[in-house]
């Protein structure tokens, strides 16, 4: 309930900030109404409509096997498989009452199914926890989305988790030996079809960043080379400011850099003589004691592509259509659900994304 009722508050302070609930047509963005429904109507598809839901990866993910929606043309709106982006902003959208009272209803009828499951496995729960962690995704959109336009929201609804890693020295790195580090999921509980299957990547010794760059270090690449700024950030008066959520405020010379894409991250490292570190690296080291992470996205050097072995679970859209031009991060940032923060999760967008809460480490050369 934790994550429905950060929903809720943030379709409350979006509603209270902006009046008509109107954002610009944007391949980085959706419309607030449209998320909102989109929300509900995946939890209806995967835990209310879906007969098979008990048996959780071995389900269809489409057919016979679905009942009809409780609110009517519920699929001609939000179905984002077959609902083209930019048709999103002319979609006759019901308004925000009826759509959180479609959230309402929905969720009424999905924990209803839920208390009818047969057991308490992973496969017979394996779609509660999917549309979970979907919400989850799309409160984290809403928060960079107001980030991106400048909408003030509640600090509360802003933070998703506490960092993890605990507290590191300044400027201090993990060296890591050589060894055959395991990635991906293995063992109980969710995964994402993505992570899995677990498999063992050979891993040559390493030297990394204990922490993501920092302010302090990167804008010294930024004055030498008169490199482009990150968006929201400015120099006044001899002052870097940074703002957040519409707010300009002075710059934390200590905090990660963010609102990089993966081609800043790569300029600052050949300036630096660093670079990258692969994704498997990244979750090697961030199993030691001092490795901190959970403050911004952190850019690999890692395509997302599928792991040895993988095979689609019944939401087949989740990885299957991304496997080319999108670029791996790992971590979590502030805004990051804690149901969401796992070392295996795979974050994954288009490497010139720089609307997201994302920065970097890096690896010795």
């Known amino acids: 309930m934790v994550t429905r009722q950060r929903t809720l508050g943030l379709m409350q302070a979006w509603q209270a900030a902006v009046a008509d609930l109107s954002v610009p047509l944007s391949p980085q963005m959706n419309p607030p109404l449209w998320e909102w429904g989109h929300i509900a109507w995946f939890q209806e598809w995967w835990t209310v409509r879906n007969r098979q839901r008990h048996e959780g990866t071995r389900s269809a993910s489409s057919g016979d096997g679905f009942a009809a929606s409780l609110l ?4 001609a709106l939000y179905n984002s498989s077959d609902v083209a982006h930019d048709s999103r902003w002319s979609l006759n959208l019901p308004d925000f009452e009826h759509t959180q009272r479609y959230l309402s209803d929905v969720l009424t009828h999905s924990l209803a199914q839920l208390r009818a499951a ?3 496995s992973d496969e017979a729960l394996y779609f509660w926890r999917l549309a979970m962690q979907h919400e989850a995704m799309h409160n984290e959109a809403s928060v960079y989305m107001a980030q991106n336009l400048g909408v003030a929201l509640p600090e509360t609804l802003c933070v998703g988790h506490v960092q993890e890693g605990g507290p590191v020295l300044p400027n201090s790195a993990l060296s890591i030996p050589a060894q055959v580090c395991t990635v991906g999921h293995a063992g109980p509980g969710f995964a994402f079809d993505n ?9 040559a010794a390493f030297e990394i960043d204990a922490k ?3 302010w302090a270090q990167y804008l010294p690449f930024l004055q030498a080379t008169g490199y ?3 968006p929201h950030v400015r120099w006044v ?3 870097w400011q940074v703002q957040v959520f519409g707010r300009w405020q002075a710059m934390p010379m200590d905090a990660p850099v963010v609102h990089v894409n993966a081609h800043d991250a790569q300029a600052w490292c050949q300036w630096a003589g660093r670079r990258l570190p692969t994704e498997a690296e990244w979750t090697c080291a961030a199993a030691l004691e001092g490795f901190a992470w959970g403050q911004v996205w952190e850019w690999t050097a890692s395509d997302f592509a599928p792991y040895p072995g993988f095979v689609p679970h019944p939401y087949r859209e989740y990885s299957e259509p991304w496997w080319q031009g999108h670029r791996v991060l790992k971590g979590a940032c502030r805004a990051t659900s804690q149901h969401l923060v796992d070392v295996r999760y795979r ?5 010139e994304r720089r609307d997201i809460f994302a920065g970097f480490r890096t690896v010795a050369l």
């Open 72 to 75: 009517p043309h519920a699929d």
């Open 118 to 120: 047969p057991d308490a």
């Open 195 to 203: 992570e899995c299957p677990a498999h063992a990547v050979t891993l």
């Open 212 to 214: 993501a760059v920092t």
């Open 228 to 230: 482009a700024l990150p």
């Open 237 to 239: 008066q001899g002052d």
């Open 347 to 351: 974050n994954f967008f288009v490497p």
